[in-house]
């Protein structure tokens, strides 16, 4: 099992279980998230869910790039990838109970996803939040296109998916992307007390103030994630994406350089020569072009008088 569920009392709490590859996403692991919180929302029993990853070092890098590296031989299996992810993300979010993210480690990628979908987020002092899609090779529309706007602001939120730099835990504070941030030792503790917190409130209001709270990230990610969820499918064995993952097994960046050679360099379009008559274009001078065409159908550019 890579991800646990246990009840204490009216507490649920859910965790990632696979700190060798810093608690990733893969299809099993997804699964099984889902499945967790969807028996939390249906158990009365429980009042509060706290999220968190084994270890110290992860609370959630994101995908398993590993898995990702499958779909460069078979890409439309990726549509089916992003509807666990999605399914996932749907779980937590409407999850009818809060939901406190134990932020215990770095968070990733897919993995601030995760924590963007939860209500309250604790984060110990020594990690950070980044975000690597458009430099490692993936949209990041699971949740932070959509929502990151909402939580920091439109430049922040550009920021942090442009740049990709890393977020210190307490500049995440200050940006809103966490609740509260503590020493490692405190971070159970607050935890508990955020806990028992929300378990001292009325849960059907609860319920309610949940439900209108999510009016803008309920709009936001209801417009625009069947889209991506095909555009990331579509590019799933996409150049860029490529290069992204055979960087990251050789433990290298991308060579940006390259790919942005390759998309301005000239593209060899085939021309119709029937008719042609030696006539070369005398902006691009490429050619041979038919007699009777009025622009290069290589530049573009009109050829009236030429």
């Known amino acids: 099992m890579s991800v646990h569920y246990e009840v204490a009392g009216r507490r649920a709490t859910v965790r990632l279980d696979r700190p060798d590859v810093l608690n990733a996403l893969d299809r099993p692991t997804l699964e099984q998230l889902a499945l967790c919180f969807r028996q939390a929302a249906a158990d009365d029993r429980v ?24 779909f460069l031989e078979r890409p439309n299996d990726y549509w089916a990838w992003m509807g666990h992810f999605i399914a996932a993300i749907n779980a937590i979010r409407d999850c009818p109970k809060p939901v406190v993210a134990r932020l215990n480690g770095i968070v990733v990628g ?33 949740g932070a296109t959509q929502w990151l706007p909402l939580f920091v602001g439109d430049r922040r939120a550009r920021e942090i998916l442009l740049l990709n730099e890393e977020i210190p835990m307490h500049r995440a504070l200050e940006w809103g992307l966490v609740s509260r941030v503590v020493p490692r030792a405190e971070l159970d503790a607050t935890v508990e007390a ?5 378990l001292a409130k009325l849960p059907e209001i609860v319920r309610a103030t949940k439900a209108q709270l999510d009016f803008w990230k309920d709009l936001s990610w209801s417009l625009t994630i069947r889209m991506a969820r095909d555009w990331l499918t ?27 050679s390759r998309l301005a360099a000239p593209a060899e379009i085939p021309i119709r020569t029937a008719g042609a008559s030696g006539r070369r274009c005398p902006f691009c001078g490429r050619g041979p072009l038919p007699r009777d065409t009025i622009f290069c159908g290589y530049c573009g550019q009109p050829l009236l008088g030429s």
């Not at 950070?128 to 529309?141: A, K, N, W, Y």
């Not at 955020?194 to 929300?198: I, K, P, Q, T, Y």
């Open 47 to 70: 009042g509060v869910v706290v999220l968190t990853g084994t270890g110290e070092r992860a609370f959630c890098t994101g995908a398993d790039l590993a898995e990702q590296a499958q």
């Open 234 to 260: 579509l590019h799933a064995a996409s150049n860029e994406v490529r290069a992204g993952l055979e960087a990251f097994e050789a433990k290298r960046l991308p060579d940006y350089e390259s790919l942005r």
């Open 110 to 142: 897919g993995g601030n996803e995760l924590n963007l979908a939860c209500d309250l987020a604790v984060g110990v002092d020594d990690a950070f939040i980044r975000h690597v899609g458009p430099s490692r090779g993936s949209l990041p529309s699971g």
């Open 194 to 198: 955020l806990c028992e917190a929300l």
